[in-house]
T-cell receptor, first 115, second 115 residues
Framework: EAGVAQSPRYKIIEKRQSVAFWCNPI?????LYWYQQILGQGPKLLIQ????????DSQLPKDRFSAERLKGVDSTLKIQPAKLEDSAVYLC?????????????FGPGTRLTVT | GENVEQHPSTLSVQEGDSAVIKCTYS??????FPWYKQELGKGPQLIID?????GEKKDQRIAVTLNKTAKHFSLHITETQPEDSAVYFC??????????????FGKGTSLLVTP
């Protein structure tokens, strides 16, 4: 079974530029999560999708971050404009969904450096 | 919201010894407690999890215990090997209606197993 795929793996941008990350979850997984992991800390949830609907985006800085999951499969996370403090690893995870499996499987992440 | 505290932040053991990592959580409604192992440059990998209706779970050299009254849970690794060296994260979550389990992570424990 293929795991969660993310691209790009690394990205370096200047502050005030925009950037987008892509995630392809495990086939059949209805729930998709984006987490932000700052160096030396645990991942922090940014947004959670159930199929193509948003379940929780309470910790997403909506003035600069946006995410979508069209057709309930792939997802993109965008930052516009980026700030220095956005430097982090952005992790995508997926799980089967409610009433089935709780386990979340993570992709390798995208390491973003904002200069 | 949920607050997860994890200790110690670093742990060094000799090969063959046991390692114990402890976590506490604040939200008594949390009912799912996974542990993840993260190696350098990779996403977190689920190694074991426990649900609130169980007090202990074991998988080969890894075990997790849960004390719901005290709101703490622990990871036990026996007969440690150098390949166990990594950062370990505990997490806690509770179910949302019609969704999966968004995770609240601890800050991580960097485990070093020396030969």
């Amino acid at each position: 079974e293929a795991g969660v795929a993310q691209s790009p793996r690394y990205k370096i941008i200047e502050k005030r530029q925009s950037v987008a990350f892509w995630c392809n979850p495990i086939s059949g997984h209805a729930t998709l999560y984006w987490y932000q992991q700052i160096l030396g800390q645990g991942p922090k949830l940014l947004i959670q999708f159930q199929n193509n609907g948003v379940v929780d985006d309470s910790q997403l800085p909506k003035d600069r971050f946006s995410a979508e999951r069209l057709k309930g499969v792939d997802s993109t996370l965008k930052i516009q404009p980026a700030k220095l403090e956005d430097s982090a690893v952005y992790l995508c995870a997926s799980s089967l969904g409610p009433d089935s499996s709780y386990e979340q499987y993570f992709g390798p992440g995208t390491r973003l450096t904002v200069t | 919201g949920e607050n997860v505290e994890q200790h110690p932040s670093t742990l060094s053991v000799q090969e063959g010894d046991s390692a114990v990592i402890k976590c506490t959580y604040s939200d008594s409604a949390s009912n799912y407690f996974p542990w993840y192992k993260q190696e350098l440059g990779k996403g977190p990998q689920l190694i074991i999890d426990i649900r609130s209706n169980v007090g202990e779970k074991k998988d080969q050299r890894i075990a997790v215990t849960l004390n719901k009254t005290a709101k703490h849970f622990s990871l036990h690794i026996t007969e440690t090997q150098p390949e166990d060296s990594a950062v370990y994260f505990c997490a806690a979550s509770k179910s949302h209606s019609n969704s999966g389990y968004a995770l609240n992570f601890g800050k991580g424990t960097s485990l070093l197993v020396t030969p």
